[in-house]
């Protein structure tokens, strides 16, 4: 069976490894963000065009909260 991926853009988050269980927390609160934005945009997912621009603010807010570093990278 083969299943095509669309090109996308994708956060690339990275955490200092320093304090794991304040890193689960902050995963835990980043798949949130994407089920958040399913409910929001009729169940889109992380391949809609628009997923980063609808998402950065909320990411960019737990980066502030948990400081962990991040990127947006095109995915083939």
Known sequence: MKARVPKHREF?????????AKENEAWAKLNQ???????????????????????EPAVKKLQEEYGFTYTVDFVK
Do not use: L, R
């Not at 929001?40 to 609808?54: K, L, M, R, W």
């Open 33 to 55: 963000i994407v089920e958040d934005y399913k409910k929001e945009h009729n169940g889109q997912s992380v391949y809609a065009p628009t997923f980063i621009e609808d998402c």
């Open 12 to 20: 690339m988050i990275q955490f200092s490894g320093n304090d794991q």
